[in-house]
């Protein structure tokens, strides 16, 4: 089953939600002399959380003292922002503006590192009329699936220069509309929709080209990893810790792709019946995002100060978004660069 990644942000006003279930998978017998954590995704169990997995398996943040626990996202599953807002969840990850939202609305969150260092989604097209650069995008009808892909692609052309001037079409989360000529274009996440024409035995970069929104000029991360203000400055060696065994688990990942794939599809997402050659896949997909487009040796989950406060910001305004939060006051820069001490 092909389950595809979208966020559903629900108010971030309400924060009246229920516990939150978390996972006790990987806990070790003695975890009463580790301190416990818990962590909030912002999708289902599956390979995007790799480096959390491989992380459980090895023993990675038992060695840093830390008894982790996880509770999987999903459209029926609270947001991560809500979630760590009540207290319910230590850490969450979250996409870059409706964090901004969040800490607009008075959430006093840090941002303490980040897993992807370039957002996967982006615009499919197919070989006969390709969207490459922000240009083509104008006069085209794109199948959207709702307002934060339209943001985007607005605040692609406006970085640009470039008219607004575009049809959206709202669509599913299957690229088959695209294939039967309802639009032009299809927005998508590089790590997905894009296997599912592979499967269909297109090829890539001939019959279809994938643009990630990056590549279009609207830079920014994507399944930022934060908590409160409070946490950190009560619990900074265990923020560093949990950040040092995740960057182990993702480099353990590294090695191959299929290993991570096998135990969710097993083991921690085995409730959603995930298909192992597409959980690969899209695990092979994701391992250049988490370096930034142009530096492969970039190291892992950590910050930019000044592709936040550039690119970043740039990308916010665009959107809409003209009053920005002071970037130095929402985001520890050294909590990622200590956690890298010791890997």
């Not at 229920?18 to 017998?29: F, H, I, K, N």
């Not at 070989?127 to 794109?142: M, Q, S």
């Not at 279809?208 to 609207?218: A, H, M």
């Not at 960057?247 to 135990?263: F, Q, T």
Request: hydrophobic letters at 40%.
């Amino acid at each position: 089953m092909l389950l595809t990644r979208r966020s559903v942000l629900g108010g971030l006003g309400g924060l009246a939600i229920g516990p939150a279930l978390m996972s006790t998978v990987g806990r070790p017998a003695f975890a009463a002399d580790l301190q416990k954590v818990s962590v909030q995704f912002g999708w289902l169990a599956n390979v995007e959380y790799a480096g959390i997995f491989m992380g459980l398996e090895k023993g990675y943040f038992k060695a840093e003292g830390i008894d982790l626990a996880y509770a999987a996202g999903g459209p029926n599953a609270p947001d991560a922002l809500v979630v760590v807002a009540a207290g319910k969840a230590d850490f969450g990850f979250a996409s870059w503006l409706p964090l901004l939202d969040a800490i607009d609305k008075g959430n006093d969150f840090v941002i303490v590192g980040t897993e992807l260092q370039q957002s996967p989604l982006g615009i499919l097209s197919l070989a006969k009329n390709p969207i490459r650069t922000p240009k083509d995008i104008v006069g085209k009808k794109i199948l959207a699936q709702g307002p934060n892909e339209k943001t985007a692609i607005d605040a692609v052309l406006g970085l640009a220069g470039l008219p607004k001037e575009w049809t959206m079409v709202t669509t599913g989360f299957s690229p088959e509309p695209l294939l039967a000529g309802d639009g032009d274009g299809y927005t998508a996440f590089g790590t997905n929709q894009p296997i599912t024409l592979e499967k269909m035995g297109l090829k890539r970069d001939k019959d279809y080209f994938f643009t990630s929104f990056d590549q279009l000029g609207l830079k920014r991360y994507d399944d930022i990893i934060f908590c409160t203000r409070s946490y950190l400055e009560a619990h900074r060696p265990v923020v560093v810790g949990f950040l040092r065994g995740f960057i182990k688990g993702i480099k353990d990942n590294s090695k191959d792709p299929k290993v991570v794939a096998e135990l969710v599809v097993k083991k921690y997402g085995a409730d959603y019946g995930l298909d192992l050659g597409q959980q690969t896949r899209e695990n092979e997909l994701m391992g250049p995002m988490y370096y930034p487009l142009d530096d492969a040796q970039h190291p892992l989950l950590t910050l930019d100060k000044a592709f936040m406060t550039g690119p970043m910001a740039e990308g916010a305004k665009a959107s809409g978004r003209n009053t920005l939060p002071d970037i130095s006051k929402i985001a520890d820069f050294s909590v990622a660069e200590e956690a890298h001490k010791g890997t």
